[in-house]
């Protein structure tokens, strides 16, 4: 495991996708944090570049540091605990593709495999069938190439580092990840390769659906 290297980044208007009155949908970049870390150099974020703009902007959910694409910000106490709440019942709707390692002999499937932090190698989370929490994992082939293939995932629950847990499990980690991929996976990719596509909810106010699509910068 190599440690995460901290980057320094200049805010681009184009990681706004969308911005209104209530909400703001960006594109984060990977390597940049969703919220502030612990200690001085790591308060550069997602969410102090878009406080520059709009001192307003809450953060409702997050993705890992290395995790690029798309993310909700509310813009009110109101729209927050709204949007938190879509998260929180599962009515939003989200996908990501992913470059992983490998030849899976079957072309989509479901992962069902519980998790928990594992405590003692904190932030890695661990498969536990006793103590973890349920989490399911939808996943699709859409591009097998000679030695990797580009995947969808399609996460039902939102556990800490599901994705990246449930394909290291599954046998084809995804490339690029410092946290659980294997020495060669790791390598072959300078970035965690998993990239938040498609981000689908109801806009508390207007009550309209949303949707919003971002390509894989891979």
Not at 45 to 58: F, G, Q, V
Not at 65 to 75: E, H, I, K, P, W
Not at 121 to 149: C, V
Not at 173 to 190: E, F, T, W
């Amino acid at each position: 495991m190599h440690p995460l290297t901290m980057k320094q980044f200049q805010f681009d208007p184009s990681w706004i996708i969308y911005v209104d009155e209530y909400l703001i949908v960006a594109n984060k970049p990977s390597g940049l944090l969703s919220v502030p870390g612990r200690g001085p150099d790591k308060q550069e974020c997602l969410l102090s570049h878009l406080s520059n703009l709009y001192p307003d902007a809450k953060i409702v959910h997050r993705l890992d540091m290395d995790t690029s694409g798309l993310m909700v910000v509310a813009r009110s106490a109101e729209v927050h605990r709204h949007l938190s709440r879509q998260f929180q019942e599962r009515q939003t709707q989200k996908s990501y593709q992913a470059i992983c390692s490998g030849h899976p002999s079957l072309s989509k499937g479901v992962i069902n495999l519980p998790m928990r932090c594992d405590w003692e190698r904190r932030p890695l989370q661990m498969i536990d069938f006793k103590q973890g929490k349920g989490a399911q994992t939808y996943w699709k082939i859409l591009e097998q190439y000679q030695n990797t293939f580009l995947v969808e995932l399609t996460p039902i629950t939102g556990r800490s580092h599901q994705l990246r847990l449930h394909m290291k499990t599954l046998g084809h980690p995804i490339l690029g990840d410092n946290l659980y991929a294997d020495p060669d996976s790791l390598s072959q990719a300078n970035r965690l390769m998993l990239h938040a596509k498609t981000l689908k909810f109801t806009h508390p106010i207007t009550n309209q659906t949303l949707q919003f699509d971002s390509p894989n910068e891979f």
